[in-house]
T-cell receptor, first 115, second 113 residues
Framework: DTAVSQTPKYLVTQMGNDKSIKCEQN?????MYWYKQDSKKFLKIMFS???????INETVPNRFSPKSPDKAHLNLHINSLELGDSAVYFC??????????????FGSGTQLSVL | ELKVEQNPLFLSMQEGKNYTIYCNYS?????LYWYRQDPGKSLESLFV?????AVKQEGRLMASLDTKARLSTLHITAAVHDLSATYFC?????????????FGTGTRLTIIP
């Protein structure tokens, strides 16, 4: 069983389109994240949700809208796609606690190519 | 703003050799993570270091943390081909878990037979 699964794995689309990436975790974790990895492999957090509540929004354009219908799901919707949105998007989850050594569990990534 | 720098960015080494990857960060934190990413794959957690002087070892990899120097090292002993991957360190900005992890630039390690 995949712990953090995201779909699709590859997404090729034209500029201006709207697309969604889905993420589900079966680990019972409270917190889910979206990370973006650019072509230089630099990883940066985009959003974090805890129990369906947004807790981090790291200056991401408002064309990106995360949606968490329940704590096991965090989907990412992107409007009006731009060339610069091309990247690999990783979903992740963890158990949020203070004084914790919990690690992030990552999904397999969605490679988005905007043409 | 927290900055996390790794060096080297690229490392090519022969099997059987030892080497160290360095991770420096710019602000106080007591929590540092190491992750591994194989080409085209996801990230896998390797180590979580929670206090000054922490040392963790798994197989040929050993990670340590010096919070006073704001430095973590990932030491590779007698490298084997299977260790070829990109290694990331990540620092927690808030000391409240994973919520504000800042990742380093990554070190792409290639082990040559």
């Amino acid at each position: 069983d995949t712990a953090v699964s995201q779909t699709p794995k590859y997404l090729v689309t034209q500029m201006g389109n709207d697309k969604s990436i889905k993420c589900e975790q079966n680990l019972g974790h409270d917190t889910m994240y979206w990370y973006k990895q650019d072509s230089k492999k630099f990883l940066k957090i985009m959003f974090s949700y805890n129990n369906k509540e947004l807790i981090i929004n790291e200056t991401v354009p408002n064309r990106f809208s995360p949606k968490s219908p329940d704590k096991a799901h965090l989907n990412l919707h992107i409007n009006s796609l731009e060339l610069g949105d091309s990247a690999v998007y990783f979903c992740a989850s963890s158990q949020r606690r203070t004084a914790t050594n919990e690690k992030l569990f990552f999904g397999s990534g969605t490679q988005l190519s905007v043409l | 703003e927290l900055k996390v720098e790794q060096n080297p960015l690229f490392l090519s080494m022969q099997e059987g050799k030892n080497y160290t990857i360095y991770c420096n960060y710019s602000t106080t934190s007591d929590r540092l993570y190491w992750y591994r990413q194989d080409p085209g794959k996801s990230l896998e957690s390797l180590f979580v270091l929670l206090s000054n002087g922490a040392v963790k070892q798994e197989g040929r990899l050993m990670a340590s943390l010096d919070t006073k120097a704001r430095l973590s090292t990932l030491h590779i002993t007698a490298a084997v081909h299977d260790l070829s991957a990109t290694y990331f360190c990540a620092v927690d900005r808030t000391n409240f878990g994973n919520e504000k992890l800042t990742f380093g630039t990554g070190t792409r390690l290639t082990i040559i037979p």
